[in-house]
């Protein structure tokens, strides 16, 4: 009985820690994917992931004023609307970008992980809802970080386009375009996810790399285009406003 016991604990790996996955994602990310199929913890990243949220917002609160001013440039010169007439709300507005971070993480951790497991379902994964949340928020650990890495250089160039994002490559497109949006969104922090939540899903889910970047670029290409189509909606209200002659 002894010997049985100790075969099976020889067969079951030791379930990695926190630091020590946190470490993995970046230098052995097939060993933690590994652990998460097996393990898959929720709580500590999602922690982990707020806080840090918490903190680049705060970090980033000059820069969010930026684009605020940028939109309220743009909106009084195409359309002769201020839309920070009458009060100041920019302030506002990045302190409850703080406030709110944590749940911003929240609804975009259970959005996406729910449409991966959907992917997963269509592709004949057996990942499970719960090793999907695991992968998704350890994930967002990698990402969260590089983001605070990126925001110090945002101050120092005293933009709010990410070093990391494509358009910091166009320097005079603006927040009108969808196709500028597009690569607003669109940068390397992203598409270094999207690659590593691949090789996860090809692990959990016991299935083919292909089947796995197949699911990863579809959630990433359909996020792009609804991140886009958010930040061009407020012109594209006004341009039905002023086709209509309500302005």
Same mark, same amino acid.
């Given at each position: 009985?002894?010997?049985? @016991?100790? *075969?099976?604990? %020889?067969? *079951? ?5 926190? /630091? ?7 230098? @052995? ?9 097996? @393990? ?16 680049? !917002? ?9 684009? %605020? ?17 009458? %009060?100041?709300?920019?302030? +506002? ?37 719960? *090793? ?17 890495? !990126? +925001?110090?250089?945002? =101050? ?10 494509? +358009? ?26 999207? /690659? ?17 970047? /197949? ?9 792009? =285009? =609804? +991140? ?20």
């Amino acid at each position: 009985m002894e010997s049985l @016991n100790s *075969q099976v604990s %020889q067969q *079951q790996p030791n379930e990695m820690g926190f /630091i020590e996955k946190l470490i993995g994602i970046f230098v @052995n990310p097939v060993k933690v994917f590994k652990d998460i199929k097996n @393990n898959p913890k929720i709580l500590m990243p999602f922690i982990f992931v707020s806080i840090l949220t918490i903190i680049v !917002a705060y970090i980033s609160m000059p820069l969010t004023e930026l684009t %605020q001013e940028k939109l309220s440039m743009l909106t009084l010169e195409r359309y002769g609307v201020d839309l920070m007439q009458e %009060q100041d709300t920019s302030g +506002a507005i990045s302190r409850w970008s703080i406030l709110l971070a944590p749940v911003g993480v929240l609804v975009g951790w259970l959005i996406g992980s729910f449409f991966l497991w959907i992917m997963c379902k269509i592709l004949r994964g057996k990942a499970n809802m719960k *090793q999907v949340l695991s992968l998704n928020i350890h994930v967002m650990m990698l990402t969260t970080i590089g983001t605070l890495i !990126a +925001a110090p250089f945002g =101050l120092f160039l005293n933009t709010d386009v990410s070093v990391f994002s494509l +358009a910091i490559l166009f320097p005079n497109g603006t927040m009108e375009s969808f196709g500028y949006n597009m690569l607003y969104t669109l940068n390397l922090l992203g598409i270094w996810g999207t /690659i590593i939540t691949a090789m996860g899903l090809a692990v959990i889910n016991e299935f083919s790399n292909t089947k796995g970047y /197949i699911a990863s670029i579809i959630i990433y290409v359909l996020s792009i =285009l =609804l +991140a886009a189509a958010s930040l061009t909606s407020t012109f594209w209200m006004y341009d039905f406003m002023q086709n209509q002659g309500m302005l």
